[in-house]
């Protein structure tokens, strides 16, 4: 569940033009006199060059999603469906908002997100109400592949589906919904800008060594503890940021792992989520559970929660943000704390 905070944006202005203007009378009969040359005229800043259109393809339109569908787009979308919070924030992101006509309940970013109508739980959309709003793209997530996609397609609508297992992967995606959507430029720009931030983070650790890189293990539930192993972006974000995901050669994806393996494994630093309203709940769990008070992250007091679990586990235009954070937990000697 995520924490949903209503915030009222208050504008006041006050402006304010005060002229004042004086003048004298000359003698009657001055000198003549050669006037000074006058001042230069005050320098004006360059207009500001207005960004080129965007260059609309040509349609239909034929793309692969991260699936490795063929997926063919008739016309240029104009109604769209959100069925993943990263999806949401990638079309905010590239200035389709005007386009989107249903999200999740747990699409909450940027604020204006909440506003969509709702037409779908984490795995349980509403299949008339997606229909009542004809939609003509959906954008959903590797999670609906099994059961959900084959529904959607059964309908007849047009489903792409994002399923990121890397930073580079998140930007690709970002890449695709532009092209798809006639906002390639804007895409590009924003994938440029993006990259130009991981590859900052990636120049100061990409040349530590294995010693240097120390073993994290991310947790993003308790009781039982979940963590993330390889061809996750998650792990990818890890090991940019200067460590070592210590469960990346024991399974992929997501799995719930025991107190005896995280012992075995003895992470040097734990990263806990603050998923949804759990607050800190996963963190006091580890932080109290004695069993676990011999691993190295506990005994050097190296349990961090991320600020905003959205930053880390959503892959969007903000995964970014969560690379910058864990860099700096992981390396403040390098990043600053």
């Known amino acids: 569940m995520k924490r949903y905070i209503l915030t009222i944006l208050t504008l006041l202005g006050v402006f304010g033009l005060v002229f004042s203007i004086a003048c004298s009378c000359p003698p009657p009969t ?23 259109p965007e260059e609309l393809p040509s349609f239909p339109l034929t793309v692969v999603d991260d699936l490795g569908r063929e997926v063919t787009i008739e016309k240029l979308p104009q109604r769209i469906i959100s069925l993943a919070p990263s999806n949401t924030e990638i079309l905010y992101a590239l200035g389709l908002e005007d386009r989107i006509v249903g999200v999740t309940d747990y699409c909450d970013y940027p604020e204006a997100a909440k506003a969509k109508p709702r037409v779908a739980g984490y795995l349980t959309p509403d299949m008339e109400k ?20 084959p529904a959607l397609e059964k ?14 992967a998140v930007l690709r995606d970002i890449a695709l919904i532009g092209q798809i959507n006639g906002k390639s430029k804007s895409a590009a720009k924003l994938v440029d800008d993006l990259k130009r931030r991981i590859d900052a983070v990636t120049a100061k650790t990409e040349g530590l060594s294995p010693a240097e890189r120390p073993r994290v293990m991310y947790a993003c539930w308790h009781a039982p503890i979940w963590t993330l192993g390889s061809n996750t972006f998650i792990n990818d974000l890890i090991g ?8 990346a050669d024991d399974f992929e994806k997501s799995r719930v792992v025991s107190l005896e393996a995280i012992i075995q494994e003895n992470p040097q630093v734990i990263i806990v989520s603050r998923m949804g309203t759990t607050g800190d709940l996963v963190y006091n769990n580890i932080k109290k559970e004695s069993r676990l008070a011999g691993i190295d992250a506990i005994r050097t007091n190296r349990v961090y929660k991320i600020s905003d679990a959205d930053l880390i586990e959503r892959p969007g235009p903000r995964i970014v943000d969560g690379l910058e954070e864990v860099a700096r937990l992981l390396h403040p000697e390098i990043f600053g704390p």
Request: hydrophobic share 40%; net charge negative; charged share 20%.
């Open 30 to 52: 001055p000198p003549e006199v050669t006037p000074p040359p006058s001042p230069p005229a005050e320098e004006q800043p360059p207009e500001a060059v207005p960004p080129k």
């Open 240 to 247: 940019k940021a200067g460590g070592a995901n210590v469960f």
């Open 155 to 168: 309908l007849g609508l047009t489903v792409i589906v994002m399923s990121a297992t890397s930073l580079d």
């Open 130 to 149: 997606i229909v009542f709003l004809e939609p003509d793209l959906i954008l959903a997530e590797s999670i609906h592949e099994k059961t959900v996609l």
